[in-house]
C-alpha cells in the first residue's frame, strides 16, 4: 500500500528559529494536507495543497506541492513556543478517499 | 469548516465491555470516516462512513469489531466492540468539507478524539 516518509521525527530549536520538515511518498497524491496535534486535541489542519509544484502560506507557515506528486514540505519561520506540537503530513489520492497519513514530526521549541 | 463533536472524549473501560463512540457534525456532510491512533503513533483509517450504505472497512478491520452507524448526513457512531488493552487508543472521526474560498475542493476536518484506555 501507500507509505509516506516524515522527517525528521523530531526536532529540537530556538524560538526564533526556521523550521522545515518534509514528506515523500512511492505513490503520487493528487491532495497533500498539513496538519498540527496538540497533546490531547485532534489534528488541526494548517495547509491544503491541490496542485503539483503550488506553494501556500498561512501566516508563518508555507508549503510546496512537489512536482513530482510524491513529496512536500512545510516551512515554519521565526518559530513560537506555541509552535510545539507534533505535525502530520498526509496525502490524498482522489476526494473521498483515505489519507494516508506520514508518521508525525514532533517539534520542540525552546524559548 | 465543519465544527465536529465527538463523545465521550475519554473513557477507561474494563476488557470485555463495548463502548460506543458518538461524532456529531455542525452541517451536512456526505463523507465521514474514522481513525486510530494508537499512543506515540500516526493515524490510521478504519472506515468511510457514508449515509445510506454500509461502512467501508480498511485492512485489519472489521464489522464485527468495530460496527459503524451512519443515520443522517451529520451524525456516525463507531462501536468497540469486545474491547481489549490493545485497543487502548485515540479515536477520531473527520469529515470531508469544502475549503472555504477555494472552488470546489474539499478537505478532511477532524473531531477532538475520544481517549480510550482498556484495562
Known amino acids: 500500500g501507500q507509505q509516506l516518509n516524515q522527517s525528521p521525527q523530531s526536532m529540537f530549536i530556538q524560538e526564533g528559529e526556521d523550521v522545515s520538515m518534509n514528506c515523500t511518498s512511492s505513490s503520487i497524491f493528487n491532495t497533500w494536507l498539513w496538519y498540527k496535534q496538540d497533546p490531547g486535541e485532534g489534528p488541526v489542519l494548517l495547509i491544503a495543497l491541490y496542485k503539483a509544484g503550488e506553494l501556500t502560506s498561512n501566516g508563518r507557515l508555507t508549503a510546496q506541492f512537489g512536482i513530482t506528486r510524491k513529496d512536500s514540505f512545510l516551512n515554519i519561520s521565526a518559530s513560537i513556543p506555541s509552535d510545539v506540537g507534533i505535525y502530520f503530513c498526509?496525502?490524498?489520492?482522489?476526494?473521498?478517499?483515505?489519507?494516508?497519513f506520514g508518521e508525525g514530526t514532533q517539534l520542540t521549541v525552546n524559548p | 469548516s465543519a465544527v465536529i463533536s465527538q463523545k465521550p472524549s475519554r473513557d477507561i473501560c474494563q476488557r470485555g465491555t463495548s463502548l460506543t463512540i458518538q461524532c456529531q457534525v455542525d452541517?451536512?456532510?456526505?463523507?465521514m470516516f474514522w481513525y486510530r491512533q494508537q499512543p506515540g503513533q500516526s493515524l490510521t483509517l478504519i472506515a468511510t462512513?457514508?449515509?445510506?450504505?454500509?461502512?467501508?472497512?480498511e485492512s485489519g478491520f472489521v464489522i464485527d469489531k468495530f460496527p459503524i452507524s451512519r443515520p443522517n448526513l451529520t451524525f456516525s457512531t463507531l462501536t468497540v466492540s469486545n474491547m481489549s488493552p490493545e485497543d487502548s487508543s485515540i479515536y477520531l472521526c473527520?469529515?470531508?468539507?469544502?475549503?472555504?474560498?477555494?472552488?470546489?475542493?474539499?478537505?478532511?476536518?477532524f473531531g477532538p478524539g475520544t481517549r480510550l484506555l482498556v484495562l
Open positions: 462512513a457514508n449515509q445510506g450504505s454500509e461502512a467501508t472497512y
Open positions: 452541517s451536512q456532510v456526505t463523507m
Open positions: 473527520s469529515v470531508e468539507d469544502p475549503v472555504r474560498g477555494a472552488g470546489y475542493q474539499e478537505t478532511q476536518y
Open positions: 498526509a496525502g490524498q489520492s482522489t476526494s473521498g478517499s483515505r489519507l494516508t
